[in-house]
């Protein structure tokens, strides 16, 4: 039964559509979190009347023939590179991104990657770090005597050492 196979592939892709929606359900309050989106392509044509038969009944030409789409097949789950929400979050060193942009971050292996995560934390010996661990590159320590810090728009870090 033809019929019941392309409803199968129909029936597999919105399987992958629900799963894609439940993961961005899963990740909403995920920090930097960029949603993701199922994308589909139908299955090849199966050619069932040529362009150009006549039809037998009545004598007309079929000028496009008859062709039977055989379903659907998953394409790719693309990421949405959209800006999200900003909150505050009172955290003395959170940052958000507005607009594009990344913090690059070194990863145990010497390697760089990007992240959107801006829930950085200071370790003991000041290093500035994402929530995983990773340090942002490049490295900025925060000395223990500073009193507080500042970031400007175009990313540089400022400490103070007296009230401000």
């Given at each position: 039964m033809r019929a019941l196979k392309i409803a199968a592939t129909g029936m597999s892709a919105q399987q992958l559509r629900v799963e894609t929606i439940s993961n961005n359900l899963s990740n909403m309050s995920t920090t930097g979190y960029n949603a993701r989106r199922a994308e589909f392509a139908d299955l090849h044509y199966q050619q069932m009347t040529r362009p150009g038969t006549i039809n037998?009944?009545?004598?007309?030409?079929?000028?496009?023939?008859?062709?039977?789409?055989?379903?659907?097949?998953?394409?790719?789950?693309?990421?949405?590179?959209?800006?999200?929400?900003?909150?505050?979050?009172?955290?003395?060193?959170?940052?958000?991104?507005?607009?594009?942009?990344?913090?690059?971050?070194?990863?145990?292996?010497?390697?760089t990657a990007y992240t959107r995560d801006g829930g950085l934390k200071r370790t003991g010996d000041g290093l500035i770090v994402t929530s995983d661990g990773f340090p942002v590159a490049p490295e900025i320590?925060?000395?223990?005597?500073?009193?507080?810090?500042?970031?400007?728009?175009?990313?540089?870090?400022?400490?103070?050492?007296?009230?401000?």
């Amino acid at each position: 039964m033809r019929a019941l196979k392309i409803a199968a592939t129909g029936m597999s892709a919105q399987q992958l559509r629900v799963e894609t929606i439940s993961n961005n359900l899963s990740n909403m309050s995920t920090t930097g979190y960029n949603a993701r989106r199922a994308e589909f392509a139908d299955l090849h044509y199966q050619q069932m009347t040529r362009p150009g038969t006549i039809n037998a009944t009545d004598g007309t030409v079929l000028p496009t023939g008859v062709q039977l789409g055989l379903g659907v097949r998953p394409s790719a789950v693309s990421v949405q590179l959209q800006q999200g929400a900003l909150s505050a979050t009172g955290g003395d060193l959170d940052v958000a991104i507005e607009g594009l942009g990344y913090l690059e971050v070194t990863l145990p292996s010497g390697g760089t990657a990007y992240t959107r995560d801006g829930g950085l934390k200071r370790t003991g010996d000041g290093l500035i770090v994402t929530s995983d661990g990773f340090p942002v590159a490049p490295e900025i320590v925060i000395p223990s005597d500073a009193r507080s810090i500042s970031i400007n728009p175009e990313g540089e870090v400022y400490a103070y050492f007296a009230d401000v």
